[in-house]
C-alpha cells in the first residue's frame, strides 16, 4: 500500500498535477463558445461572418508534450490584404506539439527557419523576421518581411501566406494603432484589433510558445529578471542597425556583395511596388551587440514572470517606444532550445499525437471575475458615429457590454467576443446626449459614461 501512494505521489509531482498547472496545457484561448471567424473584404468596412471555428479546439497532453488543436484562425477580425496572392486566411488544422519541460540546446544553435516558428495562445502562427525573398536569390541578404510586406499586413501586424493562406504574424501581435507613430494606416479604415494591447503598468502578458517549447511574452517585464518586485520596464533587444553606408559583408564579418541603398527591390508578393533598400530592409542590415539589450542573440532571457514564478527562459515580442515592432521582433535568428527535427511543419505544426494522451478540460469561471478586469477603454468621447470598446487582452469568453441612455433603457447591446480585444457600436442614429457604456462578466459589472454629438 505505501509503495502504491509513493507511486501516486511521484505521478501527481512529475505529471498528472504538474500537467494540469503547466501554462503550455492550460494558457491557450479555448473555444469554449463556437465563435467562428470573421474577415474583411478590401474596401468594406463591414466584416463577412466565417463558418470556421476560431482559436484553440482542444488541447491533449502526456508526460512530455502538449497537443494543441487550432485551426490558425483568430476570433478578432482579419484582413483586409492590400497585397498577396489570396485575399482570406484558410484553416489549416493545426496539431501542435510543444514540450512541457522544454531545454536549451547545447553546441551549435538551431536556425529559425522558414513556415511556422511559434504558436499563440489563439492557436494562430508566428514566422521569422524574413520573407522568403533574398537579394539575387542568392541567399545571403535576406529581405525583412516587416518591412517589404508592411503593406499586406491587417490591423493586427498578420496575412496569409501566399500558398498555404495560413494566417500569421511576423511580429508583435498588436493593432497597428497602439503606436503613437503607425507605420500603416489601415486602422483607419478597418476597427483596430489584435491578441493585445501593451501596457506599461503590468507584465505583458503570455503571448504563445516558440516551436522549442519556450514560451513567449510581450513587450514590458521586471528590470531585474528575477525579482517580480522590481521595476517594470520596457524589454529591449540586443540587435542594432549596423553602421554601414554599403552592403559588402555580414555581420560575422564574410565578404557578400548586396543591394546598393538607391536600389529599388520589388517584394515577392504580388502586386507590391518597389521599395528602397533602406538601412533595415535586410535582416543582415542588423548586428547583435552583447549587452546592449535586456535580451540575448534569441531574443530571449531566463526570468520570473507571473505564469512561471520560478523562472524560465522566455522570448520577448519586443517594440520600440513608439509602440511599433523592433527587430528581431519575436525570435532571433536561431533557438534558444532544442527545436523539433523535421523543420517547422511536421515536426511543429502537423504533428501527430500518440496513444495515451490525456484531454484538458478548460474552466470557464466568469462568475468570480475581479472588477478591475474590467476596466476597459471606451474610445471616443465624444463620439459621433462609432464607439469603441477595448480591452487590453484578448477575452477568455464573451463579455456583454450594453450601452444604455440615460432613462435607464438599453439602446444597443454587443458582445466582446473570446479571443477579441474590441466591439464597437454605430452610434449615427442615436441621439446626442450622455450615455453610459455597461460592461458585464458574471456577476461584476463595470459601467462608463460617454458623450455622443452629432
Same mark, same amino acid.
Given at each position: 500500500m505505501k509503495s502504491n501512494l509513493l507511486v501516486f505521489a511521484f505521478l501527481c509531482a512529475h505529471f498528472l498535477c504538474h500537467g494540469q498547472t503547466n501554462p503550455a496545457i492550460t494558457?491557450?484561448?479555448?473555444n469554449t463558445t463556437g465563435v467562428t471567424t470573421r474577415h474583411y473584404v478590401l474596401g468594406n468596412s463591414i466584416p463577412v461572418n466565417d463558418a470556421s471555428l476560431a482559436n484553440v479546439q482542444q488541447v491533449r497532453y502526456d508526460a512530455n508534450n502538449a497537443y494543441i488543436n487550432a485551426t490558425g484562425l483568430p476570433s478578432y477580425i482579419t484582413g483586409p490584404y492590400a497585397l498577396g496572392a489570396v485575399s482570406t486566411s484558410l484553416n489549416n488544422n493545426y496539431i501542435f506539439k510543444i514540450p512541457l519541460n522544454p531545454v536549451a540546446k547545447t553546441g551549435t544553435p538551431t536556425n529559425v527557419g522558414m513556415g511556422a516558428v511559434a504558436v499563440f495562445i489563439n492557436g494562430t502562427v508566428a514566422y521569422n523576421n524574413r520573407d522568403a525573398a533574398t537579394y539575387n536569390n542568392a541567399g545571403k541578404w535576406h529581405q525583412n518581411a516587416v518591412y517589404f510586406e508592411n503593406?499586406?499586413?491587417?490591423?493586427?501586424? &498578420?496575412?496569409?501566406?501566399? *500558398?498555404? =493562406?495560413?494566417?500569421? @504574424?511576423?511580429?508583435?501581435?498588436?493593432?497597428?494603432?497602439?503606436?503613437?507613430?503607425?507605420?500603416?494606416?489601415?486602422?483607419?479604415?478597418?476597427? @483596430?484589433?489584435?491578441?493585445?494591447?501593451?501596457?506599461?503598468?503590468?507584465?505583458?502578458?503570455?503571448?504563445?510558445? =516558440?516551436?522549442?517549447?519556450?514560451?513567449?511574452?510581450?513587450a514590458y517585464g521586471y528590470s531585474d529578471p528575477m525579482n517580480p518586485g522590481s521595476p517594470l520596464k520596457r524589454i529591449t533587444p540586443g540587435f542594432r542597425l549596423r553602421n554601414i553606408t554599403e552592403r559588402t559583408t555580414l555581420p560575422d564579418g564574410t565578404a557578400a556583395v548586396g543591394p546598393k541603398f538607391t536600389d529599388m527591390i520589388t517584394s515577392m508578393l504580388p502586386n507590391s511596388t518597389p521599395l528602397p533598400a533602406v538601412l533595415g530592409a535586410y535582416s543582415e542590415d542588423y548586428e547583435y551587440v552583447d549587452g546592449s539589450g535586456d535580451l540575448d542573440v534569441h531574443n530571449g532571457r531566463f526570468c520570473k514572470t507571473p505564469d512561471y514564478p520560478g523562472g524560465i527562459y522566455c522570448y520577448f515580442a519586443t517594440i520600440d517606444a513608439n509602440n511599433n515592432p523592433v527587430f528581431p521582433y519575436?525570435?532571433?535568428?536561431?533557438?534558444?532550445?532544442?527545436?523539433? =527535427?523535421?523543420?517547422?511543419? &511536421?515536426?511543429?505544426?502537423?504533428?501527430?499525437?500518440?496513444? &495515451?494522451?490525456?484531454?484538458?478540460?478548460?474552466?470557464? =469561471?466568469?462568475?468570480? #471575475?475581479?472588477?478591475?478586469?474590467?476596466?476597459?477603454?471606451?474610445?471616443?468621447?465624444?463620439?459621433?458615429?462609432?464607439? #469603441?470598446?477595448?480591452? %487590453?487582452?484578448?477575452?477568455?469568453?464573451?463579455?456583454?457590454?450594453?450601452?444604455?441612455? *440615460?432613462?435607464?433603457?438599453?439602446? %444597443?447591446?454587443?458582445?466582446?467576443?473570446q479571443g477579441s480585444t474590441m466591439c464597437y457600436f454605430d452610434v449615427q442614429t442615436l441621439y446626442a446626449g450622455m450615455y453610459f457604456v455597461r460592461i458585464s462578466a458574471g456577476n461584476q459589472v463595470n459601467t462608463k459614461k460617454v458623450n455622443i454629438v452629432h
Open positions: 494558457k491557450w484561448l479555448f503593406l499586406g499586413f491587417d490591423c493586427a501586424h &498578420g496575412h496569409p501566406g501566399p *500558398m498555404t =493562406a495560413d494566417y500569421h @504574424a511576423h511580429q508583435n501581435p498588436a493593432a497597428f494603432n497602439i503606436s503613437q507613430v503607425p507605420t500603416s494606416n489601415v486602422c483607419t479604415v478597418y476597427l @483596430a484589433d489584435g491578441l493585445y494591447v501593451p501596457d506599461s503598468t503590468t507584465h505583458s502578458p503570455l503571448l504563445g510558445f =516558440a516551436s522549442d517549447g519556450f514560451p513567449i511574452y510581450g519575436i525570435l532571433g535568428t536561431s533557438y534558444y532550445g532544442v527545436a523539433p =527535427a523535421g523543420g517547422p511543419g &511536421g515536426g511543429f505544426s502537423h504533428a501527430t499525437v500518440p496513444a &495515451g494522451v490525456t484531454t484538458y478540460t478548460p474552466t470557464v =469561471a466568469t462568475q468570480n #471575475v475581479p472588477a478591475e478586469s474590467l476596466d476597459l477603454t471606451v474610445f471616443p468621447s465624444p463620439a459621433t458615429d462609432l464607439l #469603441v470598446v477595448q480591452s %487590453k487582452l484578448a477575452e477568455t469568453f464573451d463579455r456583454k457590454v450594453e450601452l444604455i441612455n *440615460m432613462e435607464g433603457r438599453i439602446v %444597443k447591446t454587443q458582445y466582446l467576443y
